[in-house]
């Protein structure tokens, strides 16, 4: 999930920046420090959205720079529990298939992508659902719900588990129901019938 934060924090510039516009000196150390790096509780910083505050312009006893009390808004990626994002599959391995997170991929393993038994069609880079033929290959846009995640140090090293075997996941066209199967549905749960009035 997409948030903004409000962050206050002590920005050191450096002598060699003095001759720099104040603003756009923090704007730059802030950037640098905090952009496209991982908090535990924040998630993936993606951007600074501009200095809303300063103060100060203090020194510290034997350090050369000059200190400002700065507050800042970041924007910044969450990936959330049981969050259901729409996706478009980035890669598809014989284990699974990667969707794209914006700022990171996460993974809807093979055991995930439907209730049918899925097997990975190396010919043509497809998996393919052996009872409802469903197909899902790179480029297909997805829905799909988070149910793990291992927040890391980096981006490369987070891990973000998916599923799409819960009703209205997956491909859009899963969702319909194919006439004459014997009261199953697509997806081959049993189709539930109304409730005859007495």
Do not use: C
Request: glycine share 10%.
């Amino acid at each position: 999930m997409y948030k903004v934060y409000t962050i206050v924090d002590a920005v050191r510039i450096p002598p060699d920046m003095f001759a720099m516009k104040r603003e756009d000196a923090i704007l730059q150390i802030l950037r640098e420090k905090y952009e496209r790096k991982i908090d535990a509780d924040l998630g993936v910083i993606l951007s600074i959205q501009g200095i809303q505050h300063m103060d100060g312009g203090y020194v510290v006893p034997g350090d050369g720079a000059a200190y400002y009390d700065s507050t800042f808004g970041v924007l910044t990626y969450y990936p959330e529990i049981n969050e259901v994002i729409e996706s478009e599959a980035t890669e598809v391995v014989e284990f699974g298939a990667f969707l794209s997170l914006g700022p990171m991929e996460g993974l809807v393993h093979l055991s995930q992508v439907t209730d049918d038994v899925v097997r990975f069609d190396r010919k043509s880079g497809q998996l393919v659902g052996k009872n409802t033929k469903r197909v899902l290959k790179k480029g297909d846009t997805v829905k799909a719900r988070i149910i793990t995640t291992s927040i890391k140090p980096t981006i490369l090293e987070t891990k973000v588990g998916l599923s799409m075997r819960t009703a209205g996941l997956g491909k859009d066209e899963w969702g319909h129901v194919v006439k004459g199967a014997k009261g199953k549905s697509s997806g081959g749960e049993e189709e539930k019938k109304p409730a005859k009035k007495k």
